[in-house]
């Protein structure tokens, strides 16, 4: 799988003192997307695997804001995985609502080990879950997956 689609409606306590969706929110709705998609794989974000707690820092995050959304509002989230490393996973975010692009992102993370004491250690993939995952293939200018 590379790809995953999820819905989220805009609560009261995303929206600022204009009744705009806030900002920073925004990274929340793309990580909560990436942790239904893991969780749609029969993982999670911070789980225990041969004794050892694993989980997914992040070492990368952007967002491009293409258009207001507002409470109420419900947006269509859409992840795919556009680079599967060795130990990370890159992926990107399309936002819409009711259709219409309203933003863009993109979030690194990197599988991590986290010992009792001490600093999280990359680790790979575990390879039961980097089977389940692939990379999108490239769009060609046709618009169509190559």
Known sequence: ?????TRRRIEFSDTDMAGICHFARFFIFMETAEHEFLAS???????VEDGHKIGWPRVAASCDYLGPVRFGDVLDLHVTVVRKGRTSLTYAHEISCDGVPVARGRITAVCCRFPPHGAAEPIPIPPALAEKIEEARPVDTSGKRA
């Open 41 to 47: 794989l029969g993982t999670s974000v911070s789980t």
């Open 1 to 5: 799988m590379h790809d995953f689609h």
